[in-house]
T-cell receptor, first 110, second 112 residues
């Protein structure tokens, strides 16, 4: 299909790991991104992965890329209440075109 | 740091009014975008521009127009605002080649 798909909601307890999944559309996408949006704010880049990588780790964040299945995931270790936000998956294709998912609202309960 | 600045954070307009949303970026990026964000629909591309005076329709251009007279400025225009254009509008810029999309803080428009 033509949509980047991700679940709309995820709820976890503080201290647990969060895993947000995404299925993208274009097997030739060069970059896959995770953006974070806090209430009332614009989107900020959280992390990204180049398409020739299958994993990227950055402190509490781990990104896994399965190109065969066009599946991207974001794992947040030791999730904190400050991680509560909407997380958008995005793909970059055709050099300058971007396609976004609908966003996953992560709620972290104390 | 790259900065994308949207002129208005919050706007309230009446049906039929003309609305201008301004966006300025300070990193000499060639590409600029306007998205609207609605709950459950994610970001939908309205228009984008890859150079001065160039514009391309995105996925939902109806009811909107854009202007890119200078490289750093990309304006979104609602000629006659309607209630279904109540939304959050996000401007972004992107360099050619490798790099990320940089977003402004957003402009929340309410049309009464």
């Amino acid at each position: 299909g033509e949509d980047v798909e991700q679940s709309l909601f995820l709820s976890v307890r503080e201290g647990d790991s969060s895993v947000i999944n995404c299925t993208y559309t274009d097997s030739s996408s060069t970059y896959l991104y995770w953006y974070k949006q806090e209430p009332g704010a614009g989107l900020q880049l959280l992390t990204y992965i180049f398409s020739n990588m299958d994993m990227k780790q950055d402190q509490r964040l781990t990104v896994l890329l399965n190109k065969k299945d066009k599946h991207l995931s974001l794992r947040i270790a030791d999730t904190q209440t400050g991680d509560s936000a909407i997380y958008f998956c995005a793909e970059r294709y055709n050099n300058n075109d971007m396609r976004f998912g609908a966003g996953t609202r992560l709620t972290v309960k104390p | 740091d790259v900065k994308v600045t949207q002129s208005s954070r919050y706007l309230v307009k009446r049906t039929g009014e003309k609305v201008f949303l301004e966006c300025v970026q300070d990193m000499d990026h060639e590409n600029m975008f306007w998205y609207r964000q609605d709950p459950g629909l994610g970001l939908r591309l309205i228009y984008f521009s890859y150079d001065v005076k160039m514009k391309e329709k995105g996925d939902i251009p109806e009811g909107y127009s854009v202007s890119r007279e200078k490289k750093e400025r990309f304006s979104l225009i609602l000629e006659s605002a309607s209630t279904n254009q109540t939304s959050m509008y996000l401007c972004a810029s992107l360099p050619v080649g490798a790099g990320e999309l940089f977003f402004g803080e957003g402009s929340r428009l309410t049309v009464l």
